[in-house]
T-cell receptor, first 112, second 117 residues
Framework: KNQVEQSPQSLIILEGKNCTLQ??????????LRWYKQDTGRGPVSLTI?????NTKSNGRYTATLDADTKQSSLHITASQLSDSASYIC???????????FGAGTRLTVKP | ETGVTQTPRHLVMGMTNKKSLKCEQH?????MYWYKQSAKKPLELMFV???????ENNSVPSRFSPECPNSSHLFLHLHTLQPEDSALYLC????????????????FGPGTRLTVL
């Protein structure tokens, strides 16, 4: 069964600190992996999209990495801001065009 | 704003009611999607439309009926729902074909918070 597991489930950090969120998947055949940010009461917003051949991709203070061999991805947030408080969702698409699996998300809270 | 709007933002309905959710995208995209987000559960893809044709239906109960009259509008018709159908229903659009394996960015609306009594 194609699964996407995210950890930790929730995380609290102080403003200005860095953090790393993890995503492990078993989706096969792999096509691409996306990270989304979802603020409370709003729809998800795309942060990064990576294909099999990409190891890292950055979007401002967000940097995603992908290890297709170990089927792991991480999202690193640098110099966190209060506005980074949100849920971060990992999504993996299968290459056979009939499957897109979502992780349960990591709830990040940034405190002053 | 993402260019995808959804109405209503909140809806409370009884199990015998019939209601519809509306989504409109102002981005000139060709593909539109319905997702369900239940409390403490991962997002679930429900339907995918590409150029007004349904290309994906992920084993969704028939009490949910989608309609895509044109590439800018998407509806989700609801009838005889159950309390477990209470969730946030999200609409999204993407530029190209609705191919889930593509790297097309999906743009989400704010969602409709549905409560079934």
């Amino acid at each position: 069964k194609n699964q996407v597991e995210q950890s930790p489930q929730s995380l609290i950090i102080l403003e200005g600190k860095n953090c790393t969120l993890q995503c492990n998947y078993t989706v096969s055949p792999f096509s691409n992996l996306r990270w989304y940010k979802q603020d409370t009461g709003r729809g998800p917003v795309s942060l990064t999209i990576m294909t099999f051949s990409e190891n890292t991709k950055s979007n401002g203070r967000y940097t995603a990495t992908l290890d297709a061999d170990t089927k792991q991805s991480s999202l690193h947030i640098t110099a966190s801001q209060l506005s980074d408080s949100a849920s971060y969702i990992c999504v993996v698409s299968a290459g056979n065009n009939n499957d897109m699996r979502f992780g349960a998300g990591t709830r990040l809270t940034v405190k002053p | 704003e993402t260019g995808v709007t959804q109405t209503p933002r909140h809806l409370v309905m009884g199990m015998t009611n019939k209601k519809s959710l509306k989504c409109e995208q102002h981005l000139g995209h060709n593909a539109m999607y319905w997702y369900k987000q239940s409390a403490k559960k991962p997002l679930e893809l429900m339907f995918v439309y590409s150029l007004e044709e349904r290309v994906e239906n992920n084993s969704v109960p028939s009490r949910f009926s989608p309609e895509c009259p044109n590439s800018s509008h998407l509806f989700l018709h609801l009838h005889t729902l159950q309390p477990e159908d209470s969730a946030l229903y999200l609409c999204a659009s993407s530029r190209d074909s609705g191919d889930l394996a593509s790297t097309d960015t999906q743009y989400f609306g704010p969602g409709t918070r549905l409560t079934v009594l």
